[in-house]
């Protein structure tokens, strides 16, 4: 074989070693990746140019897990107040709407990195089992959204115990 041959295979290779971890990385954490949008804020202002610059994909991760008569979620937002969250439950779906404001200092500047997602943003989270939504509570506290949504009737577990014969 020749050494272009041996070139060529071992590019191909790794190309398809990278692109199944890709692939495994956008099954892991499609849902966590948002896209913030820009738009007029919702204290009436435009977007300025540098917010426009600045949005685009953020990660806002989460965490869902339920016990014996709850589901439990956790959102990591920072930088919002608990009033600017929007919360649904819908097909099975907590949906997380919210607007982030870019905070501006008085002083001139230039940005050199801007990694915050500025914006109208949108989540929806799978739920793992049907909930009673009259009865969900939501607390925002250090950054971290979580809503508590008991468990409907039919979807709380049940223990068995297993008589010895």
């Known amino acids: 074989m020749s050494t272009l041959q041996q070139f060529r295979e071992g590019l ?21 990746v948002t896209r913030f949008t820009p738009g007029v804020s919702q204290r009436g202002r435009d ?11 953020g990660l806002l991760a989460s965490e869902v897990f339920d ?20 919360l649904q439950i819908t097909e099975g779906y907590l949906v997380i709407r919210g607007h982030k404001e870019m905070e501006h200092e008085r ?8 990694e915050c997602a500025y914006g109208s943003f949108e989540r929806a989270i799978p739920l793992p089992g ?6 969900a509570s939501a607390s925002y506290k250090r950054g971290i959204l979580r809503v508590e949504l008991p468990k409907s009737t039919s979807q709380t577990r049940k223990k068995i115990k297993v008589d010895a014969t």
């Not at 049907?130 to 009865?135: A, D, H, Q």
């Open 12 to 32: 191909s290779e790794a190309w398809d070693s990278l692109l199944d971890g890709w692939q495994r990385l956008y099954r892991h954490a499609a849902g966590a």
């Open 67 to 86: 016990d014996d008569d709850r589901i439990v979620v956790r959102l990591e937002v920072p930088g919002m107040e608990k009033g600017d969250f929007d």
């Open 130 to 135: 049907e909930v009673e939504t009259g009865k």
């Open 47 to 57: 977007a300025t140019d540098i917010a426009v610059r600045s949005t685009g994909w």
């Open 107 to 114: 002083t001139e500047r230039r940005y050199h990195v801007v």
